[in-house]
């Protein structure tokens, strides 16, 4: 199975500040990735998919790049609402994995 | 508006059967691959099945193959998962999650997830 491997495990950012996350894949799965974000007892929301397309309603402060095997999850300027647990997915290959998630939280 | 309910999770013990399911509205239904998703207590996500729009082709993770049955009811635009032979590694919250094709791939949509529970 295709393992994505997220970093850092913690960001710690001034709400302002630019994050920028990480999520390597351990074989090529093109640009078929997406991002979610997850808060405290929610359920995770869909921010970005096929790399770098917004999902319906996501401010233009978060932007995604990459393919292959290297991707990366940019908030431009951390709002308070942003801080949150962020994951990466694969849609490649089956079966459909996850990174481990970044935290991101209040410096 | 696209909404997602999960019910059917609760105590049960290792060895149990417990049956999910997940009411979908504000779509069509039968036009898109529907998923389920887990999280174990503070864990991460992990993708447990999939099922694609006409339920033509599902597909599992390793850890739930042979115990786990996923299933739809496009006239009842509900999505199930019957959970066999359940182990304490099955406690999770389960989500059901909307696919943005016919076959599931990104998830656009999330419930809000049930909470089940293996334990003696």
């Known amino acids: 199975e295709i393992v994505l491997t997220q970093s850092p495990a913690t960001l710690s950012v001034s709400p302002g500040e630019r994050a920028t996350l990480s999520c390597r894949a351990s074989?090529?799965?093109?640009?078929?990735l997406a991002w979610y974000q997850q808060k405290p007892g929610q359920a995770p929301r869909l921010l970005l998919y096929d790399a770098s397309d917004r999902a319906t309603d996501i401010p233009v402060r978060f932007s995604g790049s990459g393919s292959g095997t290297d991707f990366t999850l940019t908030i431009s300027s951390l709002e308070p609402e942003d801080f949150a647990i962020y994951y990466c997915q694969q849609r490649s290959e089956w079966p459909l994995t996850f990174g481990g998630g970044t935290k991101v939280e209040i410096k | 508006e696209v909404q997602l309910v999960e019910s059917g999770g609760g105590l049960v013990q290792p060895g149990g059967s417990l049956r999910l399911s997940c009411a979908a509205s504000g779509f069509t239904f039968s036009s898109y691959g529907m998923t389920w998703v887990r999280q174990a207590p503070g864990k991460g996500l992990q993708w447990v099945s999939a099922i694609s729009d006409s339920a033509d082709s599902t597909n599992y993770a390793d850890s739930v193959k042979g115990r786990f049955t996923i299933s739809r009811d496009n006239s009842k635009n509900t999505l199930y998962l019957q959970m066999n032979s359940l182990r304490a590694e099955d406690t999770a919250v389960y989500y059901c999650a909307k696919g943005k094709g016919a076959v599931v791939g990104t998830l656009d949509h999330w419930g809000q997830g049930t909470l089940v529970t293996v334990s003696s």
């Open positions: 074989q090529s799965v093109s640009n078929s």
